[in-house]
């Protein structure tokens, strides 16, 4: 069993930047793909971030590619997402999810039935 924890968000003003953090409890975290989704109100829950469990490949939603970078610490078992250039639409619930299938192309990093793990979620709001 893994417990995901994300922290980092906030409200933060159109242009600005926050660090999203998720820490995962296990000690298999390292075999695992990660992933980050959000969920607007009144919206499905859409893909935003994706990361191969040795971190060498990364896959992003178009809305979020050159402003958004996902990255990972095995050693802390750790995933980040780093979100420059915030706009209001990337107003959200962010959450991280982890994957136990050796997931290796990006279309099944957007898919959320292929996550065995998700964390509570954390705000992000983004004023105009």
């Known amino acids: 069993q893994v417990q995901l924890v994300e922290s980092g968000g906030g409200l933060v003003q159109a242009g600005g930047s926050l660090r999203l953090s998720c820490a995962a409890s296990g000690r298999t975290f390292s075999s695992y793909a990660m992933g980050w989704f959000r969920q607007a109100p009144g919206k499905e829950r859409e893909f935003v971030a994706g990361?191969?469990?040795?971190?060498?490949?990364?896959y992003y939603a178009d809305s979020v590619k050159g402003r958004f970078t996902i990255s990972r610490d095995n050693a802390k078992n750790t995933v980040y997402l780093q979100m420059n250039s915030l706009k209001p639409e990337d107003t959200a619930v962010y959450y991280c999810?982890?994957?136990?299938?050796?997931?290796?192309?990006?279309?099944?990093?957007?898919?959320?039935?292929?996550?065995?793990?998700w964390g509570q979620g954390t705000q992000v709001t983004v004023s105009s």
């Open positions: 990361i191969n469990w040795s971190g060498l490949s990364t």
């Open positions: 999810a982890a994957s136990k299938s050796p997931l290796g192309v990006e279309v099944q990093f957007q898919r959320g039935y292929l996550y065995d793990y």
